[in-house]
């Protein structure tokens, strides 16, 4: 945490030593140890709470995210099943549209095709004639 080596430590026992004096120093190491001790749990304690408030909302994060693409993927699948609804609708007036057609073409007469091999010419001619006779 503190990244003192070996040396630095001696060194600052040594001074400490001269200091406080050999009498008080087993006390002054005591109340050290306990006081570091308090701290590096303090520490600990405040990066465990970071920690979990940093994952807590990092799954915040994440479930809006799943609950976003849910809704997204509802609206989908309705979209969908509307389409498919639609084809299906599309599918029955097609049929029911061929249907009464063939129905229209089975009832209607069948008209009698012209054939002009048979002189349509020659009989419209005669009727002509024929009025012609009728008024001189």
Known sequence: MFDIGFWELAIIGIVTLLVVGPERMPALARTAGKWFGKISRFVSSVKSDIDRELKADEMKKMMEKHSKSAGLHEILEDVNSGV??????????????????????????????LNSSEGDADRAKDKYNSDDENYS
């Open 84 to 113: 498919s609804d639609i084809n299906q609708v599309a599918e029955e007036v097609t049929s029911e549209t061929n249907q009464v057609a063939r129905e229209i073409e089975e009832s209607a007469p069948q008209a009698e095709p």
